[in-house]
């Protein structure tokens, strides 16, 4: 089965830019979707097929898609960015799969 | 605009059955995939599987293939998700979310625990 590896956190300062892994091989040949989710809330998805961003969810918010590896960019973050974000990405031997979490702290 | 609203929590004794219903509105129902996704308490998320709601094809996960069942009802834009043989590792929120190649966006969720 395919699996995507996340770091469990990732710490920032405001104004500062946060990355966000999620590692699989040969990621770069897959579309990757990343979501963010608030405690208590549903995931909400920031960025589709590697790099593209939802009508709303801002400019702040980059994808890019290489090689083993995906990465989540958030620039000059702020304090509402903190949440958990999870990638996702469909593999024909193990349908949709999600990465196992990244928990954003703004310091 | 596209809103899932989902059905209330549950409370179930384990080899039980629960049905969590998901009522879409806003777009047309049987134009786009219906997944299912659980999470328990503090871990990730996991999807269950997709249906189909123009012609009701599903698929599900390997874990869940004989528990799992999805339908819909297209006269009420409505998708349902029954899981049986209930054990206490089922308690978890689970969430349907439209979308064949991604998810957006997810109903509220679901609370289902499983406690005897």
């Known amino acids: 089965s395919y699996v995507l590896t996340q770091p469990p956190s990732v710490s920032v300062a405001p104004g500062q830019t946060a990355r966000i892994t999620c590692g699989g091989n040969?990621?770069?040949?897959?579309?990757v979707h990343w979501y963010q989710q608030k405690p208590g809330q549903a995931p909400v998805l920031v960025v589709y097929d590697d790099s593209d961003r939802p009508s709303g969810i801002p400019e702040r918010f980059s994808g890019s898609n290489s090689g083993n590896t995906a990465t989540l960019t958030i620039s000059r973050v702020e304090a509402g960015d903190e949440a958990d974000y999870y990638c996702?990405?469909?593999?024909?031997?193990?349908?949709?799969?999600f990465g196992g979490g990244t928990k954003l702290t703004v310091l | 605009q596209v809103q899932l609203v989902q059905s209330g929590a549950e409370v179930k004794k384990p080899g039980a059955s629960v049905k969590v219903s998901c009522k879409a509105s806003?777009?047309?129902?049987?134009?786009?995939?219906i997944n299912w996704v659980r999470q328990a308490t503090g871990q990730g998320l996991e999807w269950m599987g997709w249906?189909?709601?123009?012609?009701?094809?599903?698929g599900y996960a390997q874990k869940f293939q004989g528990r799992v069942t999805m339908t819909r009802n297209t006269s009420i834009s409505t998708a349902y998700m029954e899981l049986s043989s209930l054990r206490s590792e089922d308690t978890a929120v689970y969430y349907c979310?439209?979308?064949?190649?991604?998810?957006?966006?997810w109903g509220q969720g679901t609370l289902v625990t499983v406690s005897s």
């Open positions: 249906m189909n709601p123009n012609s009701g094809n599903t």
């Open positions: 979310a439209v979308g064949g190649n991604w998810f957006d966006p």
């Open positions: 806003g777009y047309t129902f049987t134009s786009y995939d």
């Open positions: 996702q990405v469909w593999d024909s031997s193990s349908d949709w799969v």
């Open positions: 040969n990621i770069g040949s897959k579309s």
